[in-house]
């Protein structure tokens, strides 16, 4: 699961303590969420003002998995079937990680609609926004501001207002969304043969009104479970909209000179497929792993054990010091056509340094949370010269995800190829490392020892 994702279902749960009521259009509520991990948070000035709110939030102590923030609720009355905008001027202290986020609920207090800016960097002139279309059958709107790790964070003018809509294709019937997304699946999803034969005989009955197209985003959900690939997904117009303009933090990778000689590099999770940001951190990550080569005299940890997936690119162009010229993977889709890939492919960014550490012998260490394009990236490896892997079973996700956009700017991003390794074998369902270590060694944070001693035990001391 992305970072953002973590973040997402803790707004999810955390936001269905504002237990929902029946709401006069200005009403507006609001707590403190975590004030029992350090922090505090306060809110002046209303949201649905002219003006909006100010909110404050700090922590002193909190460590960078933790969150705390503020949640108001508020009636959907005014906006159904409308888009609305969250908006705040940002600032925080260096460390603090805020983010923003909308969200839609139904009368159970089950949430319908949802979106957050989480996964995002707060844009340079701190400007942060999420917009999200309030369904009919919403009775409430919750939404807030929060913050990972410790530090504070100011969110000037925060407002929920309605917006233009520019979502191309705002006017899309759910019909119309479903048919497209149905024949996407036929035309181009690796396990299509999954599907029921009487998939036709049973099609979801949807709106064809304009405007509908939301509607469909249960229908396509379902239609995606039957591929039974574990991997496809759907994505609300809003939230591919927040998704393109999203990229890695290469502020949560580590690399740093261990004992002995040995480099280490953790890399995380990467959503979003924003180009400038996925350049930005292939860049970053790609110039310190330059910096410290020379010192890195015994080899390098590639640490993959906590890369839940995202954008594959990101991470290649930012380990691409490790890898030569050759083809290092590929997809093979259902007809049997492979698109092989290396650093010289298109969406490989160029880094400095590239192939300076193209001989170093490397350690991977892999484990269940590895997934998707942390499982890609791992692949890379397999068949390196002077490289092993150790830890535990990746995720089951190596398989190659296509963005298909919708008419109504929804997406799917479907399966449509599994992953090969360099060789041409297909790597099946998880990549199994070369040396299989206990679970309580793979899920700490420590590098093992395993690895460590094999990197040094050639190493010309």
Not at 104 to 126: C, N, Q, Y
Not at 373 to 398: H, M, N, V
Request: net charge neutral.
């Amino acid at each position: 699961m992305f970072q953002a994702e973590k973040l997402g279902l803790a707004i999810l749960i955390a936001g269905l303590c504002l237990t929902p009521s029946a709401f006069a259009a200005e009403d507006v509520t609001h707590k403190t969420v975590n004030e029992k991990m350090g922090y505090q948070s306060s809110s002046a000035g209303e949201p649905l003002s002219d003006l909006g709110a100010q909110v404050t939030m700090s922590a002193a102590h909190a460590d960078g998995k933790a969150y705390g923030g503020i949640i108001y609720r508020t009636s959907p009355r005014p906006w159904v079937n409308k888009l609305v905008q969250l908006s705040a001027l940002v600032t925080s202290t260096p460390g603090a990680m805020p983010a923003m986020w909308l969200r839609a609920d139904g009368s159970s207090g089950k949430p319908l609609r949802f979106v957050t800016s989480a996964g995002s960097d707060v844009p340079t002139d701190g400007h942060l926004s999420v917009d999200l279309r309030i369904p009919p059958d919403a009775t409430s709107i919750a939404f807030g501001v929060v913050m990972h790790g410790p530090g504070s964070t100011t969110a000037m003018g925060l407002k929920l207002v309605e917006t233009e809509d520019t979502l191309q294709g705002s006017s899309a019937s759910a019909k119309q969304v479903y048919d497209a997304a149905l024949q996407v699946v036929l035309e181009s999803a690796y396990w299509a043969s999954n599907l029921s034969k009487n998939l036709f005989d049973s099609k979801p009955e949807l709106s064809g009104e304009a405007g509908s197209g939301y509607q469909a985003q249960k229908a396509i959900q379902a239609l995606l479970r039957e591929l039974n690939d574990s991997h496809s997904f759907y994505q609300s117009a809003e939230v591919a909209r927040h998704y393109s303009k999203s990229g890695g933090d290469p502020g949560a990778a580590e690399v740093k000179l261990m004992d002995g000689g040995v480099g280490y590099v953790s890399v995380p999770t990467v959503p979003g497929s924003n180009r400038d940001l996925a350049k930005k951190f292939a860049d970053q990550i790609g110039q310190q792993l330059k910096d410290l080569n020379g010192s890195a005299r015994c080899g390098w940890i590639v640490d993959l054990r906590k890369n839940r997936g995202g954008s594959m690119w990101p991470m290649i162009s930012a380990l691409s010091i490790f890898f030569d010229e050759e083809r290092l993977g590929g997809f093979k889709y259902r007809n049997g056509d492979i698109n092989w890939w290396s650093i010289q492919s298109p969406l490989v960014t160029f880094v400095s340094g590239v192939s300076d550490a193209k001989d170093a012998r490397i350690a991977v260490l892999l484990g269940p949370r590895t997934s998707s394009s942390g499982e890609a990236t791992a692949l890379a490896f397999i068949g390196r010269k002077d490289t092993r892997s150790f830890g535990a079973p990746t995720s089951g996700q190596a398989s190659a995800n296509r963005k298909f956009t919708l008419p109504d700017s929804s997406a799917i991003y479907l399966t449509t190829g599994i992953d090969v390794d360099r060789s041409g074998h297909e790597v099946g369902a998880r990549i199994v490392p070369d040396v299989l270590l206990p679970n309580d060694i793979v899920s700490n944070s420590a590098v093992p020892q395993d690895a460590i001693t094999w990197l040094t035990s050639s190493c010309v001391k």
